[in-house]
């Protein structure tokens, strides 16, 4: 079992950047980042899956894609998510994600274990 902190959430400007963070209690998982939108389904956004000691894949929706980085740091357990050019529709709640198998999906099934969220406001 995994215990999932994110921090780096706020209100930022359209346009601007803002970097979420993810401390993991242990390694060796796959990690993602969904979002919950008021009203809406939450939503996967990213996941990282390491495929070697040096190299990983990364997986994006098409409403991200280019815009948001999701990265990962195992020596420290942390996992990060850079969202550049915010925009109003990128406003939610933004949740860490831990699957101990390799697979990384989009599937919010596939992962049992999960943080307390963090809010992103994006408004001018």
């Known amino acids: 079992q995994v215990q999932l902190v994110e921090s780096g959430g706020g209100l930022v400007q359209p346009g601007g950047s803002l970097r979420l963070s993810c401390a993991a209690s242990?390694?060796?998982?796959?990690m993602a980042w969904f979002r919950q939108a008021p009203a809406k389904e939450r939503e996967f956004v990213a996941a990282?899956?390491?495929?070697?000691?040096?190299?990983?894949?990364?997986y994006y929706p098409d409403s991200v894609k280019g815009r948001f980085t999701i990265s990962s740091d195992n020596a420290k357990n942390m996992a990060y998510l850079q969202m550049n050019s915010l925009k109003s529709e990128d406003t939610a709640v933004y949740y860490c994600?831990?699957?101990?198998?390799?697979?990384?999906?989009?599937?919010?099934?596939?992962?049992?274990?999960w943080g307390q969220g963090t809010q992103v406001t994006v408004s001018s």
């Open positions: 242990a390694s060796g998982y796959t």
């Open positions: 994600a831990a699957n101990p198998n390799l697979a990384a999906t989009s599937l919010r099934s596939d992962y049992p274990y």
């Open positions: 990282i899956r390491w495929t070697g000691r040096s190299t990983y894949r990364t």
